[in-house]
T-cell receptor, first 116, second 112 residues
Framework: SAVISQKPSRDICQRGTSLTIQCQVD?????MFWYRQQPGQSLTLIAT?????????ESGFVIDKFPISRPNLTFSTLTVSNMSPEDSSIYLC?????????????FGPGTRLTVT | KQEVTQIPAALSVPEGENLVLNCSFT??????LQWFRQDPGKGLTSLLL?????REQTSGRLNASLDKSSGRSTLYIAASQPGDSATYLC???????????FGSGTRLLVRP
């Protein structure tokens, strides 16, 4: 299994500002994912981040709003830009692991963001 | 487009009961299905992973079954405890995509 840490664990931010969330994994992984969970909702995939290539964004999410970096196989950042109250969510980092192609997915503890 | 539905949305049971959570998906072309637990305001903990070729997986008091042809999975929790109180999420991965598609979850409360 993979152990994932995220920083910060929570933050309260003012509208119009930006926040960068860090994700660190204890092993090298090819595929990393960023999810958003709005209050009372299930998880929605924001983007897939592979090392050495541009992130692939899902419909409804754009790079200008959610720029992602993936400098190596154990680390990624997600920035939430020009925040509004609608961005208040839990943001979760996730990696694809598992042995022999089992493709088990693991999640970090999440970053709880409140925008005022 | 794959859609995942979980029933019931919420469940309250007395301690000690055996219970079943249901998950259904519309596209049977899946690679695997994963059950997660989420405590309030926290990340997801993987409970069980079932590959498309498997019928069930067991871990302790948890048993998950998969009927791919009918698009259904169940999570059985035996002898429930208050510590089992959490939201349980079902997610499927298609056989042509790395994406996990999540259900909306079942919020479980086990009363002492």
């Amino acid at each position: 299994s993979a152990v994932i840490s995220q920083k910060p664990s929570r933050d309260i931010c003012q509208r119009g500002t930006s926040l960068t969330i860090q994700c660190q994994v204890d092993s090298q992984v090819t595929m990393m994912f960023w999810y958003r969970q709005q209050p009372g909702q299930s998880l929605t995939l924001i983007a897939t981040a592979n090392q050495g290539s541009e992130a692939t964004y899902e419909s409804g999410f754009v790079i200008d709003k959610f720029p992602i970096s993936r400098p190596n196989l154990t680390f990624s950042t997600l920035t939430v830009s020009n925040m509004s109250p609608e961005d208040s969510s839990i943001y979760l980092c996730s990696v694809l692991g598992g042995v022999d192609g089992s493709y088990e997915q693991y999640f970090g503890p999440g970053t709880r963001l409140t925008v005022t | 487009k794959q859609e995942v539905t979980q029933i019931p949305a919420a469940l309250s049971v007395p301690e000690g009961e055996n219970l079943v959570l249901n998950c259904s998906f519309t596209d049977s072309a899946i690679y695997n299905l994963q059950w997660f637990r989420q405590d309030p305001g926290k990340g997801l903990t993987s409970l069980l992973l079932i590959q498309s070729s498997q019928r069930e997986q067991t871990s302790g008091r948890l048993n998950a079954s998969l009927d791919k042809s009918s698009g259904r999975s169940t999570l059985y929790i035996a002898a429930s405890q208050p510590g089992d109180s959490a939201t349980y999420l079902c997610a499927v991965r298609g056989d042509s995509s790395y994406k996990l598609i999540f259900g909306s979850g079942t919020r479980l409360l086990v009363r002492p």
